[in-house]
């Protein structure tokens, strides 16, 4: 009976007998019931590992992403200091009259942050008290004290009354008018260039240079433009407010001009005169 009924099963037929369709739709519809939940827990397994991968990989990018940030930065940085460093020796070229001598800041001092910073050049590279020191950009103060290595500059935004720079304002189809340097405006981030005479006649955006007058620092060096023009408390003299060329705040590649070769090639200069 069996092998009859198994014969009877496998052999071809043009439709399934009522029994065997029975069958094969309750076996479907078991397969069905069963297999939906099985599904259902298959996919949201499937997607929670998909959304463990999606978050591994996003801290992966993310990760990449503050990587290229950082070297972006750093980057821009470097191209920030490579300008800064060609600015320099650029300046160190026009400045034949004198003898720079290249430094780096390395500190800045905490209680006086805008007033002072140290660099790392100091007597052994030739380095002097009151030497003038300045950036590519203009003149920023000069130094206070000197070590072996080392040197402390005083800024001239923490220049007090007993510092004083001779100054030349430069006008146009007009002589230079005389001034000195003699503080900052710490309300307006401002040189204070006094002892003007009443009868100058001094324009926003003058040139303000050293002039060498005063023994300390050298002439033609850059220092800032006249931003306002004021008479003083007593009504002698006049005050001119002069936004300097140099960044006080972002200072980071300085040199330091020795004025000994100025001097030097003076004194040659007139001992062939009198040759």
Excluded: C
Excluded at 244 to 265: K, L, S, Y
């Amino acid at each position: 009976m069996l092998v009859a009924l198994i014969g009877f099963s496998i052999r071809d037929r043009d439709s399934l007998s009522t029994p065997e369709k029975f069958l094969q739709d309750s076996i479907g519809w078991m397969q069905t019931v069963f297999h939906k939940p099985v599904s259902l827990v298959d996919n949201t397994i499937e997607n929670i590992k998909d959304m463990f991968e999606v978050y591994e990989q996003n801290q992966v990018l993310k990760a990449r992403l503050s990587e290229y940030k950082g070297v972006i930065q750093d980057n821009q940085r470097l191209e920030s200091e490579i300008e800064e460093l060609q600015n320099t020796l650029g300046k160190t070229e026009g400045l034949s009259d004198y003898s720079p001598i290249q430094a780096t800041v390395i500190a800045r001092s905490s209680d006086r942050w805008f007033e002072q910073m140290t660099i790392n050049k100091g007597e052994e590279h030739g380095v002097e008290k009151d030497m003038a020191v300045m950036t590519s950009d203009g003149l920023v103060g000069k130094i206070k004290s000197a070590g072996a290595f080392h040197s402390t500059v005083q800024l001239l935004s923490g220049f007090d009354r007993s510092n004083k720079i001779s100054s030349w304002v430069i006008r146009e189809d007009k002589d230079e008018a005389f001034g000195l340097i003699e503080g900052y405006d710490d309300e307006t981030g401002r040189l204070l260039l006094e002892g003007i005479k009443l009868d100058e006649e001094l324009k926003s955006g003058d040139t303000v240079i050293s002039s060498g007058l005063g023994g300390v620092f050298p002439s033609n060096l850059r220092i800032g433009t006249v931003e306002e023009v004021v008479n003083d408390q007593y009504g002698l003299t006049k005050t001119a407010y002069v936004e300097p060329f140099a960044d006080f705040f972002d200072i980071n590649h300085v040199m330091v001009v020795d004025r000994t070769a100025e001097t030097v090639d003076t004194q040659t200069e007139a001992e062939g005169d009198e040759t």
